[in-house]
Nanobody
Framework: QVQLVESGGGLVQAGGSLRLSCAAS???????MGWYRQYPGKQRELVAA???????NYVGSVKGRFTISRDNAKKKVYLQMNSLKPEDTAVYYC?????????????WGPGTQVTVSS
């Protein structure tokens, strides 16, 4: 059973930075991975994703501010978030997929809160 565990969320002032990490366990496969976020009362939206080979996909609102990366040997994915804005405040979820996709949805972490104060 694949398990994903996020870390790195928290409270930061606008303009600041946070780095989210997600560790995958329970599989020998190299998964496609990514990050989604969810605002209260809204559906989850893709923030960024990265395939096994390193192809990336970003939602427009974070391009130039967020960077997704991965360490296949450690089965980890990271989201470096710079120039954070109050509208980035949300619960961020790590996701992974058996298929080599830029929209992973097979497996989910429990989520980590990111709060950006103005």
């Amino acid at each position: 059973q694949v398990q994903l565990v996020e870390s790195g969320g928290g409270l930061v002032q606008a303009g600041g930075s946070l780095r989210l990490s997600c560790a995958a366990s329970g599989t020998s496969l190299t998964l496609a991975m990514g990050w989604y976020r969810q605002y209260p009362g809204k559906q989850r939206e893709l923030v960024a994703a990265i395939t096994r080979g390193g192809t990336t996909n970003y939602v427009g609102s974070v391009k130039g501010r967020f960077t997704i990366s991965r360490d296949n040997a450690k089965k980890k994915v990271y989201l470096q978030m710079n120039s954070l804005k109050p509208e980035d405040t949300a619960v961020y979820y790590c996701a992974a997929d058996r298929y080599n996709t830029v929209k992973p949805t097979d497996y989910w972490g429990p989520g980590t809160q990111v709060t950006v104060s103005s």
